[in-house]
């Protein structure tokens, strides 16, 4: 690793203790500190290019290519002619070796028949693109699919998920095989007979433990996830269910369960953790991608009778100021 890779984790490390108060157990290196993101999003400009907004401004920077995205990604990105002026941003997204482009119409606030006819020239123009020149295996547009395969295929913890365009996944795929590892071992070692999956996505993190034989009940707000998570359920057989709502929504009694495990956005879980203590769970397992909204979230915790049992770093964003946090909070 080089030195300047550990001053980014030290500092990294040093905000969440100062955050949380509290010392980290483990940090988890990235596998990969470049060409890891599996995931960019990028806007189109007046002339079809592709881009970055630079950081807290609309000023737009041309990428022809990108340091920490994959190799894949990249490869796409050297061969893509202009893109539709009239998107607004494209997703390259891959597996580890499938790319998959899904463009987003801009939509014209109150002019509705010109974002029509707008998206009918886009729709057209990327459906004449020559996806095996071009090294895609799918091109979407805003969630309809317009040519070749556009589900991703993401094996994870023993799980065969299907991806679709429109659903979250982790963009550091080597990194979230560590995090789903790790979240699968602490929960198994509490041999819970029951177990509450919050913000729960494809269900990349409870799946691998609903296939030991853990009840397991996800709720998920995401009408594209929810549908891939049913789709791995019924693929593997799995005793578990889904809840298609806002997790944030949970109230204390809604369910019963011993574990609870949560990985919201970064805008956090705001008041969830009140109604999750008050069922009295075993433990209660936190995934955040941002310490700030983290630490607001766990204030509640020390005055209910919960304490940080276990808190560990994943480096799932190598080369910026991000990072995964694992939190772990037991009754005292």
């Given at each position: 690793?080089?030195?300047?890779?550990?001053?980014?984790?030290?500092?990294?490390?040093?905000?969440?203790?100062?955050?949380?108060?509290?010392?980290?157990?483990?940090?988890?290196?990235?596998?990969?500190?470049?060409?890891?993101r599996?995931?960019?999003?990028?806007?189109?400009?007046?002339?079809?290019?592709?881009?970055?907004?630079?950081?807290?401004?609309h000023?737009?920077t041309?990428?022809?290519?990108?340091?920490?995205?994959r190799?894949?990604?990249n490869?796409?990105?050297?061969?893509?002619?202009?893109?539709?002026?009239?998107?607004?941003?494209?997703?390259?997204?891959?597996?580890?070796?499938?790319?998959?482009?899904?463009?987003?119409?801009?939509?014209?606030?109150?002019?509705?028949?010109?974002?029509?006819?707008?998206?009918?020239?886009?729709?057209?123009?990327?459906?004449?693109?020559?996806?095996?020149?071009?090294?895609?295996?799918?091109?979407?547009?805003?969630?309809?699919?317009?040519s070749?395969?556009?589900?991703?295929?993401?094996?994870?913890?023993?799980?065969?998920?299907?991806?679709?365009?429109?659903?979250?996944?982790?963009?550091?795929l080597?990194?979230?095989?560590?995090?789903?590892?790790?979240?699968?071992?602490?929960?198994?070692?509490?041999?819970?007979?029951?177990?509450?999956?919050?913000?729960?996505?494809?269900?990349?993190?409870s799946?691998?433990?609903?296939?030991?034989?853990?009840?397991?009940?996800?709720?998920?707000?995401?009408?594209?996830?929810?549908?891939?998570?049913e789709?791995?359920?019924?693929?593997?057989?799995?005793?578990?269910?889904?809840?298609?709502?806002?997790?944030?929504?949970?109230?204390?009694?809604?369910?019963?369960?011993d574990?609870?495990?949560?990985?919201?956005?970064?805008?956090?879980?705001?008041?969830?953790?009140?109604?999750?203590?008050?069922?009295?769970?075993?433990?209660?397992?936190?995934?955040?991608?941002?310490?700030?909204?983290?630490?607001?979230?766990?204030?509640?915790?020390?005055?209910?009778?919960?304490?940080?049992?276990?808190?560990?770093?994943?480096d799932?964003?190598?080369?910026?100021?991000?990072?995964?946090?694992?939190c772990?909070?037991?009754?005292?």
């Amino acid at each position: 690793m080089k030195w300047h890779e550990q001053d980014q984790l030290r500092g990294k490390r040093q905000e969440v203790e100062r955050l949380l108060g509290r010392s980290v157990d483990h940090v988890h290196h990235s596998p990969r500190s470049l060409a890891y993101r599996a995931r960019v999003t990028m806007k189109v400009n007046p002339d079809g290019r592709l881009g970055y907004h630079r950081p807290r401004s609309h000023q737009w920077t041309h990428v022809p290519s990108c340091a920490i995205a994959r190799e894949e990604l990249n490869a796409v990105l050297e061969k893509l002619p202009g893109l539709p002026p009239q998107l607004s941003e494209v997703e390259l997204r891959s597996d580890g070796k499938n790319v998959v482009l899904a463009a987003r119409s801009n939509k014209l606030r109150g002019r509705r028949d010109r974002s029509r006819a707008a998206r009918k020239k886009s729709r057209q123009a990327l459906k004449a693109l020559d996806i095996k020149a071009l090294g895609l295996a799918g091109i979407t547009l805003d969630g309809e699919k317009l040519s070749g395969e556009t589900r991703l295929q993401l094996l994870v913890g023993g799980i065969a998920h299907e991806v679709s365009a429109d659903s979250f996944y982790q963009v550091n795929l080597e990194a979230n095989e560590l995090l789903v590892a790790r979240v699968s071992e602490l929960i198994g070692a509490l041999q819970p007979t029951s177990l509450l999956d919050l913000y729960a996505g494809i269900g990349n993190l409870s799946l691998p433990i609903a296939a030991n034989g853990i009840d397991t009940v996800l709720i998920e707000q995401s009408k594209a996830s929810a549908g891939d998570a049913e789709r791995s359920l019924r693929r593997h057989g799995l005793k578990a269910r889904i809840i298609r709502g806002d997790a944030g929504r949970f109230q204390a009694g809604d369910l019963f369960f011993d574990v609870a495990l949560l990985d919201p956005p970064r805008a956090g879980a705001p008041g969830l953790l009140t109604e999750l203590i008050t069922t009295r769970p075993r433990a209660i397992f936190y995934v955040s991608c941002n310490p700030s909204t983290l630490a607001r979230d766990l204030s509640s915790a020390a005055a209910a009778g919960y304490t940080i049992s276990a808190l560990e770093l994943f480096d799932m964003f190598p080369q910026t100021e991000h990072i995964e946090t694992l939190c772990r909070l037991s009754p005292t």
